[in-house]
Nanobody, 122 residues
Framework: QVQLLESGGGLVQAGGSLRLSCAAS????????MGWFRQAPGKEREFVAA????????VYADSVKGRFTISRDNAKNMGYLQMNSLKPEDTAVYYC???????????????WGQGTQVTVSS
């Protein structure tokens, strides 16, 4: 079992930045790939970014590429999502997730946090 807890969400103006954190506990976090997903009201959960267990590989949704950066610190059991140049359409609840396999598919992730709200005003 891996427990995940997101933090760092909030209200920001368009063009601003936020850094989301994901604190992991339980089984060895460094054994798991990590992903960030988001869900806006009335929409399905969508992929944002993922990183392998070592941090060697990352992948991003086209909508956030060049603006968001996923990273991790296995020594601290932490994952991060740096979000720059935020847009109103980035408004959503953001979730971190962990899985043994590196994937873009939410259905393949076994462990999820409770989510943190990000609101971008225009």
């Amino acid at each position: 079992q891996v427990q995940l807890l997101e933090s760092g969400g909030g209200l920001v103006q368009a063009g601003g930045s936020l850094r989301l954190s994901c604190a992991a506990s339980g089984r060895t976090f460094s054994s798991y790939a990590m992903g960030w997903f988001r869900q806006a009201p009335g929409k399905e959960r969508e992929f944002v970014a993922a990183i392998t267990w070592s941090g060697a590989r990352t992948v991003y949704a086209d909508s956030v590429k060049g603006r968001f950066t996923i990273s991790r610190d296995n020594a601290k059991n932490m994952g991060y999502l740096q979000m720059n140049s935020l847009k109103p359409e980035d408004t959503a609840v953001y979730y971190c997730a962990a899985n043994e396999r590196y994937s873009l598919l939410a259905s393949l992730y076994d462990y999820w946090g409770q989510g943190t709200q990000v609101t971008v005003s225009s």
